[in-house]
């Protein structure tokens, strides 16, 4: 039997290499007549660059810029052979590389991602894929777009150089010094959610109190966000407040589409394309997959979602391993298998999920 394992990351406990190296030795520990592919899975969010070397040549590259609260700091980029920058902000401006006592959107800031874009474009790139999610910013592409040349003047011609906070107060965006080589090359955005920018589903209001903001300053980035979105209409003839996907990121996803041209794409999609998914799915006969938890986010575009979905189009069964789970309606998956022991804290269930997933998979191989 032809089993393809393409589980994303169970976030905070594994990676999608770890859960998939996992089950392919429990499933071997069975001695049943299993043949195993690992192909590991993302959506844009923490841990696609990592799932994207596995599957490309290429040379790693290690940029020294800045994080999201100005603390120097080395980001890796990866270039394959084919000349395609691999990027994720979550190294350079992601919220896991803060405490939560140095949670503060109005001034965290993307900085050094435009410099590891700039750095991408050193090295003779022809197509960048940017995965976004994992953020810790709410700055709309404010820092990223001044490390690639944009300055952004106050009503007294000063320039702004903050974070989500200092949106409102920018009047007019200079491109004299912007990086033009940018807008030469296939730029894609690997997006984690489809959110648009702005009101009740967008950036500040969904996003805003996983990255610290309180109730007060979520209203005030909504409205920083909308002021800056109305200059960019005004300046370019580009409204970015409903684009879909413009919300992911803190808004950065809207920032570089307006600026610079990005193609906003959903991440388990452009993901799936990269690893050629489709025609791994063709040759198995049974797809596991699976990530921390499945519920009805998942839905919304969530890489084992998406991928089930796909597997269930062309007849095949589909099992998923999580962390934990609720009810599904008209879900793709056959069986979805919680690994957390009853009576475990959640706590408890992120320290011991290696131990959980192999105990849960060699429990279940009969259901293969």
């Given amino acids: 039997m032809n089993i393809l394992i393409a589980p994303n990351a169970f976030k905070g406990s594994l990676t999608a290499l770890e859960v998939a190296d996992i089950i392919k030795s429990s499933l071997l520990k069975t001695k049943l007549n299993f043949d195993c592919r690992t192909l590991p899975i993302a959506d844009g969010g923490d841990g696609t660059f990592d799932v994207l070397l596995e599957h490309y040549l290429g040379a790693k590259h290690i940029v020294s810029t800045y994080d999201l609260i100005d603390r120097h700091i080395d980001a890796p980029l990866f270039i394959t ?25 109005l001034n965290t800031h993307t900085y050094g991602l435009g410099d590891l874009i700039h750095s991408a474009l050193d090295l003779n790139c022809t197509k960048i894929i940017l995965a976004i999610g994992g953020s810790g910013t709410l700055d709309m592409g404010f820092g990223a777009l001044r490390a690639l040349g944009f300055r952004f003047l106050d009503k007294d011609g000063n320039e702004l150089k903050g974070g989500g906070g200092d949106l ?18 296939d730029f894609q955005i690997a997006c984690d959610v489809d959110n ?22 979520i209203i005030q980035l909504a409205e920083n966000h909308q002021h800056f979105a109305q200059l960019i209409q005004k300046q370019y003839h580009i409204d970015i407040s409903t684009t879909k ?21 959903s991440g388990s999609q452009l993901v799936s394309e990269c690893l050629n998914m489709d025609e791994a799915l063709e040759q198995c006969d049974v797809l596991i997959t699976g990530e ?17 979905q796909k597997a269930k189009l062309i007849g095949k069964r589909v099992i998923a391993f999580c962390g934990s789970s609720e009810h599904l309606v008209n879900s793709p998956f056959d069986h979805v298998i919680p690994i957390k022991k009853e009576g475990q804290s959640l706590h408890e269930a992120m ?3 290696q131990k959980n997933l192999e105990s849960a998979v060699l429990y279940n191989a009969h259901l293969l």
């Fill in 81 to 105: 052979e084919q000349g395609t920058a691999i990027i994720e902000m979550a190294h350079v401006a992601g919220l896991s590389l803060l405490k939560p006592s140095e949670y503060n959107p």
């Fill in 351 to 353: 320290k011991f999920a």
């Fill in 292 to 308: 921390g938890r499945i519920d009805s986010q998942s839905s919304y575009g969530k890489a084992p979602y998406v991928l089930a």
């Fill in 168 to 185: 409102k107060a920018i009047v007019e965006i200079n491109t004299q010094n912007f990086d033009s080589r940018l807008l030469l090359v």
């Fill in 196 to 217: 648009p920018l702005l009101g009740e589903f967008g950036a500040a209001h969904v996003f805003g109190k996983q990255k610290g903001a309180t109730n007060e300053e």
């Fill in 245 to 265: 996907h413009g919300g992911a990121a803190g808004g950065i996803a809207a920032g570089l589409h307006a600026l610079c041209g990005a193609k906003l794409l």
